[in-house]
């Protein structure tokens, strides 16, 4: 049925509003987890010891005050209205924000870095208009631009972030189920529950990371309802409560019962901050999931749902302890104590899957992070499994899956109680916010163009609120609040150190690398006999040849008749087009049958494995051949550190009507028009009774091909064909004689041990071990 131009567009958007309603109703199982079990602990950290409850109830009134005006402030109008506009082509989170400050002001930390980086379609997406507009802005951009002292203390800045968002990773599993478990204290004696409640805490605990390796996928069909049944449940029972016990409960919303509250509790109130501030953990999870949603779906599902939600479910307990204070100040205070007694045991069991829903999302952030600093060079090479093809962003990471585990489960079993666990808690969320702040004002001036008041304002209003809850949890240090302060601490040191040391690493190369007017010098056969199939040396540099080629050729009196010099590289970008993935040049004169290959992935991109990278990569090749011949001048594409040219060609499925490999004999009769290359069978071949498969070039109709270059793709065909070997290189770094005590210590004992006991690049632990080959040197740095 044909529809008319009216009807097909209001089909289109029918559709479009559903995707987006979708969306909301995912994110809520992935996003809002964490957020949403806030209600079970925040009233017993805050009522713990600073404060307790009287008669007058002007005590529980001004929590319930300073709970609303928290999330209303930080969640509602900071994260959805402003922070989620500052995304990276769609990323959100720390290091999207540097990200984003990495292109705009150029002070990108990464060292093989080059100027055709910026000519990406992701990299150029956001700076077109050029550069700030105001005098500050330009000036800001200039002097960031200048001086590697501010440019380092934006990296530390990120880095804390992210290390406090890792320690968040940590403490958030803990502190959910231990509250969720510890409905059950309700039923038994006071002193009897705690010998429960951790117990049965460490088994949920060990259960949940126990399941990370089957992917968020299998288990996440029961993500959003489970969560979608705990916000309706907690908005019922807070509705109840406010109608049964205390209707006018809504007055406490005023601004003005924070103060009545902060004059009558002068300085155990402050304290108390500390508590209350936990209604906002999980808010940083809007912004750093923003990858795997819209900002459209977040704002309608936190705005028309998970707000209310809350809202609803702090008011009722408040209007329950405004009726209630004759109980005890032990966990008299808790959720399940508002919760109607038939009720507790179905709520204690939605609160249990709820509080495993929202750390199943914290530890699945914490791998996207992990695998972010990892791209990027700021943390040692794990093993990153991708546990769903069709979902983006689903990983799972073994070593720091079972680190977080002890982690927790040390947590949970030293501390067992909420309070300390809330401390710590409280202090990793406000650090992560106050990171997030300081960028934004920075992201507001350099990428917005916005004018520096208003960036000035953002600054002062948000982080003087942020200040305030920071220096309540900061107070709490002997209670709590030093864990994440350690966790960070040994986080920021591994990155730092990693960091300082791949740096260190790469200036070696780059002082040692082997120049062309060498290679020329060893003659027509690099003085060396070349035998059949194609050589990958991975190196980090983008230009020159390095000190890795010139040692094996001195050890070793072969080579492989075609060499590439394989750069797999990260951009500040999320993601890189796979039109644009791959720069090819050739290193030295035609006859030496050397390339250099550079692969360009963005820090949320998904390496491929080595068969469908190894097509791309010598079908990459190939079409640089052919569009070299068929390109009259060579002076267009961009050009390395040597002057050598380098052309983009991307992927062999982003050029149709480019060269193709084939490796099925059957593909001959279907080429339609097409020039098939494939070289003459040798004589070993012949000999073989085993018929292997033959490798071909399906070449698109062109002009003719010159003899040289159709030599060229016969050749590397035949290469192709004859196997493909890895050649990597392992470094052993030492400081040089003289060193500082310091660096020696950085580069001897903590780098090296962080390399030993981590992967090596990507091709290392996916190439097959038969066709990998280590070269070791020792580099003096």
Same mark, same amino acid.
């Given at each position: 049925?044909?529809?008319?131009?009216?009807?097909?567009?209001?089909?289109?958007?029918?559709?479009?509003?559903?995707?987006?309603?979708?969306?909301?109703?995912?994110?809520?199982?992935?996003?809002?987890?964490?957020? *949403?079990?806030?209600?079970?602990?925040?009233?017993?950290?805050?009522?713990?010891?600073?404060?307790?409850?009287?008669?007058?109830?002007?005590?529980?009134?001004?929590?319930?005050?300073?709970?609303?005006?928290?999330?209303?402030?930080?969640?509602?109008?900071?994260?959805?209205?402003?922070?989620?506009?500052?995304?990276?082509?769609?990323?959100?989170?720390?290091?999207?924000?540097?990200?984003?400050?990495?292109?705009?002001?150029?002070?990108?930390?990464?060292?093989?870095?080059?100027?055709?980086?910026?000519?990406?379609?992701?990299?150029?997406?956001?700076?077109?208009?050029?550069?700030?507009?105001?005098?500050?802005?330009?000036?800001?951009?200039?002097?960031?631009?200048?001086?590697?002292?501010?440019?380092?203390?934006?990296?530390?800045?990120?880095?804390?972030?992210?290390?406090?968002?890792?320690?968040?990773?940590?403490?958030?599993?803990?502190?959910?189920?231990?509250?969720?478990?510890?409905?059950?204290?309700?039923?038994?004696?006071?002193?009897?529950?705690?010998?429960?409640?951790?117990?049965?805490?460490?088994?949920?605990?060990?259960?949940?990371?126990?399941?990370?390796?089957?992917?968020?996928?299998?288990?996440?069909?029961?993500?959003?309802?489970?969560?979608?049944?705990?916000?309706?449940?907690?908005?019922?029972?807070?509705?109840?409560?406010?109608?049964?016990?205390?209707?006018?409960?809504?007055?406490?919303?005023?601004?003005?019962?924070?103060?009545?509250?902060?004059?009558?509790?002068?300085?155990?109130?402050?304290?108390?901050?500390?508590?209350?501030?936990?209604?906002?953990?999980?808010?940083?999870?809007? $912004?750093?999931?923003?990858?795997?949603? *819209?900002?459209? *779906?977040?704002?309608?599902?936190?705005?028309?749902?998970?707000?209310?939600?809350?809202?609803?479910?702090?008011?009722?307990?408040?209007?329950?302890?405004?009726?209630?204070?004759?109980?005890?100040?032990?966990?008299?205070?808790?959720?399940?104590?508002?919760?109607?007694?038939?009720?507790?045991?179905?709520?204690?069991?939605?609160?249990?899957?709820?509080?495993?829903?929202?750390?199943?999302?914290?530890?699945?952030?914490?791998?996207?992070?992990?695998?972010?600093?990892?791209?990027?060079?700021?943390?040692?090479?794990?093993?990153?499994?991708?546990?769903?093809?069709?979902?983006?962003?689903?990983?799972?990471?073994?070593?720091?899956?079972?680190?977080?585990?002890?982690?927790?489960?040390?947590?949970?079993?030293?501390?067992?109680?909420?309070?300390?666990?809330?401390?710590?808690?409280?202090?990793?969320?406000?650090?992560?916010?106050?990171?997030?702040?300081?960028?934004?004002?920075?992201?507001?001036?350099?990428?917005?163009?916005?004018?520096?008041? $208003?960036?000035?304002?953002?600054?002062?209003?948000?982080?003087?609120?942020?200040?305030?809850?920071?220096?309540?949890?900061?107070?709490?240090?002997?209670?709590?609040?030093?864990?994440?302060?350690?966790?960070?601490?040994?986080?920021?040191?591994?990155?730092?150190?990693?960091?300082?040391?791949?740096?260190?690493?790469?200036?070696?190369?780059?002082?040692?690398?082997?120049?062309?007017?060498?290679?020329?010098?060893?003659?027509?056969?690099?003085?060396?006999?070349?035998?059949?199939?194609?050589?990958?040396?991975?190196?980090?540099?983008?230009?020159?040849?390095?000190?890795?080629?010139?040692?094996?050729?001195?050890?070793?009196?072969?080579?492989?008749?075609?060499?590439? $010099?394989?750069?797999?590289?990260?951009?500040?970008?999320?993601?890189?087009?796979? !039109?644009?993935?791959?720069?090819?040049?050739?290193?030295?004169?035609?006859?030496?049958?050397?390339?250099?290959?550079?692969?360009?992935?963005?820090?949320?991109?998904?390496?491929?494995?080595?068969?469908?990278?190894?097509?791309?990569?010598?079908?990459?090749?190939?079409?640089?051949?052919?569009?070299?011949?068929?390109?009259?001048?060579?002076?267009?594409?961009?050009?390395?550190?040597?002057?050598?040219?380098?052309?983009?060609?991307?992927?062999?499925?982003?050029?149709?009507?480019?060269?193709?490999?084939?490796?099925?004999?059957?593909?001959?009769?279907?080429?339609?028009?097409? !020039?098939?290359? *494939?070289?003459?069978?040798?004589?070993?071949?012949?000999?073989?009774?085993?018929?292997?498969?033959?490798?071909?070039?399906?070449?698109?109709?062109?002009?003719?091909?010159?003899?040289?270059?159709?030599?060229?793709?016969?050749?590397?065909? !035949?290469?192709?064909?004859?196997?493909?070997?890895?050649?990597?290189?392992?470094?052993?770094?030492?400081?040089?004689?003289?060193?500082?005590?310091?660096?020696?210590?950085?580069?001897?004992?903590?780098?090296?041990?962080?390399?030993?006991?981590?992967?090596?690049?990507?091709?290392?632990?996916?190439?097959?071990?038969?066709?990998?080959?280590?070269?070791?040197?020792?580099?003096?740095?």
């Amino acid at each position: 049925m044909d529809l008319e131009p009216g009807n097909y567009q209001n089909t289109v958007k029918r559709e479009s509003w559903r995707t987006v309603l979708t969306l909301a109703y995912q994110s809520l199982g992935v996003v809002y987890g964490d957020l *949403s079990t806030s209600p079970l602990y925040v009233y017993k950290s805050t009522f713990a010891e600073d404060i307790h409850h009287s008669e007058t109830n002007e005590e529980i009134f001004g929590v319930l005050s300073f709970v609303f005006w928290t999330i209303t402030v930080i969640p509602l109008l900071k994260y959805v209205f402003i922070v989620l506009r500052a995304d990276d082509n769609g990323e959100g989170g720390t290091f999207a924000l540097y990200s984003l400050l990495c292109r705009h002001a150029r002070v990108n930390s990464l060292p093989n870095r080059q100027l055709a980086d910026e000519e990406l379609t992701e990299y150029k997406k956001d700076l077109i208009g050029s550069g700030p507009k105001s005098g500050f802005g330009a000036g800001l951009k200039s002097t960031l631009e200048k001086h590697e002292v501010l440019q380092r203390i934006l990296l530390v800045l990120a880095l804390i972030g992210t290390c406090m968002v890792i320690g968040d990773g940590v403490l958030t599993p803990a502190i959910s189920v231990f509250s969720a478990v510890s409905g059950v204290e309700l039923s038994m004696s006071k002193e009897h529950h705690k010998y429960v409640v951790v117990p049965v805490a460490c088994i949920v605990l060990i259960f949940l990371f126990a399941i990370q390796h089957y992917g968020t996928h299998r288990v996440g069909f029961m993500f959003a309802p489970v969560v979608l049944i705990w916000l309706l449940c907690i908005s019922s029972i807070g509705l109840y409560n406010i109608v049964h016990w205390n209707p006018h409960v809504y007055r406490a919303l005023s601004p003005y019962y924070m103060f009545k509250f902060l004059k009558k509790t002068q300085r155990g109130g402050w304290m108390s901050l500390g508590g209350i501030l936990l209604c906002i953990t999980g808010s940083e999870a809007m $912004f750093a999931d923003l990858g795997h949603f *819209s900002q459209l *779906s977040i704002k309608i599902a936190f705005t028309f749902l998970v707000y209310p939600s809350l809202i609803l479910a702090y008011m009722g307990q408040a209007a329950y302890l405004s009726r209630h204070h004759d109980l005890e100040n032990d966990y008299s205070v808790g959720f399940y104590v508002s919760v109607p007694e038939r009720l507790r045991w179905p709520v204690l069991v939605i609160a249990i899957l709820a509080a495993v829903v929202g750390s199943q999302a914290i530890i699945t952030g914490t791998f996207s992070i992990i695998k972010q600093c990892s791209a990027l060079g700021f943390f040692p090479k794990v093993k990153i499994v991708h546990t769903s093809s069709k979902i983006h962003g689903q990983i799972y990471i073994p070593e720091i899956n079972w680190i977080l585990m002890l982690l927790c489960l040390a947590v949970t079993i030293g501390f067992r109680d909420t309070r300390r666990m809330g401390n710590a808690s409280g202090l990793a969320v406000i650090t992560v916010m106050i990171v997030t702040t300081c960028l934004m004002s920075l992201v507001i001036v350099l990428c917005w163009h916005k004018s520096v008041l $208003f960036a000035f304002a953002f600054v002062v209003f948000f982080g003087t609120i942020e200040a305030l809850y920071f220096s309540a949890s900061l107070i709490k240090f002997f209670e709590g609040a030093w864990v994440p302060i350690a966790l960070a601490f040994v986080f920021v040191l591994v990155m730092s150190v990693w960091h300082y040391g791949t740096l260190k690493r790469y200036e070696f190369d780059v002082q040692n690398k082997v120049s062309v007017d060498w290679l020329i010098g060893l003659g027509l056969s690099l003085g060396i006999a070349r035998v059949r199939g194609i050589g990958l040396i991975h190196t980090e540099l983008v230009s020159g040849v390095p000190a890795i080629f010139s040692h094996f050729v001195t050890n070793l009196p072969a080579f492989h008749q075609v060499l590439v $010099f394989l750069c797999v590289k990260s951009v500040p970008v999320p993601r890189v087009r796979p !039109e644009e993935r791959f720069l090819v040049g050739r290193i030295g004169p035609r006859h030496f049958r050397m390339y250099r290959c550079i692969v360009r992935y963005g820090y949320r991109d998904v390496h491929k494995d080595d068969i469908e990278f190894e097509r791309d990569l010598v079908c990459s090749i190939a079409e640089f051949v052919r569009s070299e011949a068929m390109t009259e001048t060579k002076t267009d594409g961009v050009y390395d550190g040597d002057g050598d040219r380098m052309a983009v060609v991307g992927t062999s499925s982003t050029h149709p009507q480019g060269v193709h490999m084939s490796e099925d004999d059957d593909d001959a009769g279907t080429s339609e028009m097409r !020039e098939i290359l *494939s070289p003459p069978p040798s004589e070993t071949t012949k000999k073989k009774k085993k018929k292997k498969k033959k490798v071909r070039f399906v070449v698109p109709d062109s002009p003719k091909m010159e003899m040289e270059t159709r030599q060229e793709l016969e050749e590397l065909t !035949e290469a192709r064909e004859a196997g493909v070997a890895y050649i990597m290189g392992n470094a052993y770094m030492k400081a040089k004689q003289g060193s500082g005590l310091v660096k020696r210590i950085a580069i001897n004992v903590a780098y090296e041990f962080l390399r030993k006991n981590s992967r090596g690049p990507t091709l290392a632990h996916t190439a097959p071990h038969t066709s990998t080959l280590e070269v070791g040197m020792i580099y003096r740095v």
